[in-house]
């Protein structure tokens, strides 16, 4: 499969949000899995960096443990919901 480039990476977060209830969250892997399940682990970055786009524009929010994190400074796994 061909690398997804950066709006579709954003495209699918906000598609796979849509599917969930309005407070739950997702997984960067779960993305990165749904655009390659193979070969999924090198997308990884580009899907939170997809995401910390979506943070600038208001569109969502990257949470830890259940608390809003900023992206830039977060250390280990992170989850991404819908903005509210």
Known sequence: MSTPDDAELE??????????????TICPSDVARD?????????????????????????????QQGSVVDLAT???PIRIRAAG
């Open 35 to 63: 655009v390659d399940p193979e070969h999924w682990r090198p997308l990884m970055e580009p899907v939170r960096r997809a995401a910390g786009r979506l943070v600038d524009r208001g569109m969502v929010e990257i949470t």
């Open 11 to 24: 495209r699918r977060i906000l598609a796979m949000l849509e599917t969930r209830a309005r407070t739950s």
């Open 74 to 76: 977060v250390k280990g």
